[in-house]
């Protein structure tokens, strides 16, 4: 109940200095409606449901829009990449071994530094590296079916013909167990995380950062951040990324939603995890 009053008074301080943060508070509920649970039978799978459900996956389990969406500018827009694919492979830059705009799209998840989108390459890498985590990896941990859904989808988006087949049989990973992934899901009955790695993976914090195990680069390594930074200053960093730039980064790249989607208990987790790493 104390760090419940401190968190309500921290964040009331909050509000008065960014008054237009109306929707400040901390203790909310994530207001999602629970995903409707989903039977994926491949027998029956038609270009439209597969279609329907790498779209799923992309604004989920995958947090592609976590990066790549209309706000931040974290990552190019991806409406008419499938369009664009075959120009990537002609780029002199290219360096990877995708022959076909299907080929570019897979490459791309989960070998990202084959090509970099110009101005959109790790600082100081002169874009030859790229921010983007192997989605096959790490904590997303997507499987080939859900890549290609995702394709299926990106094709469909930029209204070019789908050229991927739906998998037999090894599709049904690609199932509501995605659902759950991403932080944008919510479940039905609301389970507040007590385990510091599992809000790091819900959230995805790790895309974007070095941290428990995960290798994320478009934002700062965190491995040791607890050594210069305090628990107010990474409340603070992680409720209002912008009030503070870490050196060497730009503003508005860390999702600036995070008070939203957190408990009130949960972030305390979190800052006191992140301020133990020394
Ligand atoms: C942590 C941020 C981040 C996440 C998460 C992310 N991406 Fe990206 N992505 C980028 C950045 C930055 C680029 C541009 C640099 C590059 O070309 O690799 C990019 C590039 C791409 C490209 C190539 C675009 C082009 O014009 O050639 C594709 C395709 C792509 N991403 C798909 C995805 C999909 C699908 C997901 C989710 C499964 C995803 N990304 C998740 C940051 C991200
Ligand atoms: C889409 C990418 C992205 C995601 C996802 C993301 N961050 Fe960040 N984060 C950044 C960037 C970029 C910065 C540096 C700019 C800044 O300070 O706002 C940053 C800064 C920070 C800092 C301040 C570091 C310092 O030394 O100043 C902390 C702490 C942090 N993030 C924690 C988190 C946590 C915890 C999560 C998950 C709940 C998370 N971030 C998710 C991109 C991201």
Redesign the pocket.
Known sequence: MRNFIKVMAFSLLTIAAFAGYSNFGIPLINPAPPPEEEQLDLETMTMDRFVAIGER??NGK???T???SAVGG???L?DT?AT??NE?LADERYEGEADTGEA??FE??VD??A???AG??KTGTNDTK????D?AGGS?G?SDAE?KA?IAY?QNLAGTEVTVEIPAGGGADASEESESKGGQAAAAEPVILADPEALISKH?CG??HKVADQS?A?GPDLTRVGAGRDETYLRRAILDPNADIAEGFQPNLMPGNYGEQLYAKELEVLVAYLAGLK
């Open positions: 996956i992309f995958g947090t592609c976590l990066c790549h974290r990552a190019p991806l990449v664009i694919a990537r570019y799209l791309s998840m990202p530094s090509y970099v989108v959109f390459g790229s921010p983007m985590p989605i997303i997507m890549i995702v990106l995805a895309a974007c994320g478009l």
